[in-house]
């Protein structure tokens, strides 16, 4: 593989890819308009400080890991040398699943798609591929530089010389590769991080304690770094509201309901996605729980 494009330039879309360019690849970030491209641009520039900080990077690596990525809000352009395209859209089935249609009518034959979805399954999405053996799921962690796993999960149909391929790509952008045979909703890492999530956001929601609150129980508690409204923050809250949305249409149920709505009321609507937007369920770039007092009484 010598060609990359990242598909959706988000929170984590943008880490893949500068991740990816600061590996030594050439890299395409795709998104549906320029806007969303310009967004990233400036999303991108804001990691350079991190690399440097946490990676000791120079700041020539930084750069030239910048000028290797280009951007392009036509699909069937941005794709039309790759030999990777990694899905990073919102978790919504029918985006996705459009996505995908697009995708593989304008792909060349021997690109290999990948889905960075980190509850979706790639066999719901495979034969809207049109390739389903060159399609597979490659999921990162936020922060990807320093929490730098790279699931890599097969569906029934992915061949095994792709799986394989895939593996290696991630090994060689700096990623510990995780290789999962079986399809498993929420891979490894969100099968224990989604239910802890959900357990503080129906503490939430339910109206037994704030946000605050709850993340000091277990911060204090267990001796972890970070709370789960915190991680929230860092997940965004766009993704944690997809994902509830979608639970409660599944469901009916009438709590998630209650908290997909919460959730947009009182946070996106008001402009509050997260970290990446400077608030959410704490403000930022001095959150609450990161003041030296925050686990006294």
């Known amino acids: 593989m010598k ?14 890819a500068y991740q990816t360019a600061f590996h030594g690849y050439d890299v395409t970030v795709y998104d549906i308009n320029d806007a969303a491209l310009e ?3 400036e999303r991108i520039q804001g990691l350079k400080p991190h690399y440097k900080a946490d990676l000791q990077a120079t700041d020539e690596q930084v750069n030239t ?18 030999d990777l395209v990694i899905e ?8 996705k699943t459009e996505f995908y249609t697009n995708l593989g009518q304008v792909a060349p034959a021997h690109t290999i798609f990948a889905t960075n ?6 066999s719901q999405f495979a034969e809207a591929t049109g390739r389903p053996e060159q399609f597979l799921a490659l999921h990162f962690a936020n922060t990807i530089w320093k929490n730098n796993t790279a699931e890599v999960m097969k569906h029934p149909h992915t061949d095994a010389n792709v799986f394989d391929e895939v593996i290696a790509f991630a090994k060689s952008i700096g990623m510990v590769a995780l290789p999962l045979h079986k399809e498993q909703p929420g891979y490894i890492l969100n099968s224990l991080l989604v239910p802890f999530l959900d ?10 304690s704030d946000p605050e609150t709850i993340d000091k129980t277990w911060m204090i508690g ?8 915190a991680i929230l923050d860092i997940v965004g809250i766009n993704t944690a509201y997809n994902i509830v949305q979608a639970k409660a249409e599944a469901t009916g149920d009438e709590t998630l309901l209650k908290l997909a709505n919460m959730l947009k009321t009182d946070y996106i609507d008001q402009g509050k996605l997260g970290r990446a937007t400077g608030q959410g369920f704490y403000t930022y770039p ?3 729980f990161a003041k030296p007092d925050f686990l006294k009484a």
Do not use: C, W
Request: hydrophobic content about 45%; overall charge neutral.
């Open 3 to 16: 060609k990359i494009t990242v598909a959706g330039s988000g929170v984590l879309g943008s880490q893949i």
């Open 117 to 122: 979805s980190s509850t979706l399954l790639p």
């Open 286 to 288: 001095n959150p609450n």
């Open 65 to 82: 890991a910048y000028e290797r990525i280009q951007f392009n809000s036509h699909l069937k352009e941005a794709v039309a040398d790759a």
């Open 222 to 229: 267990t001796g972890a770094p970070l709370g789960p409204f």
């Open 39 to 41: 967004a990233a641009k």
């Open 88 to 95: 990073a859209i919102p978790e919504v089935v029918k985006i």
């Open 199 to 208: 357990a503080a956001e129906m503490l939430l929601v339910k109206e037994v």
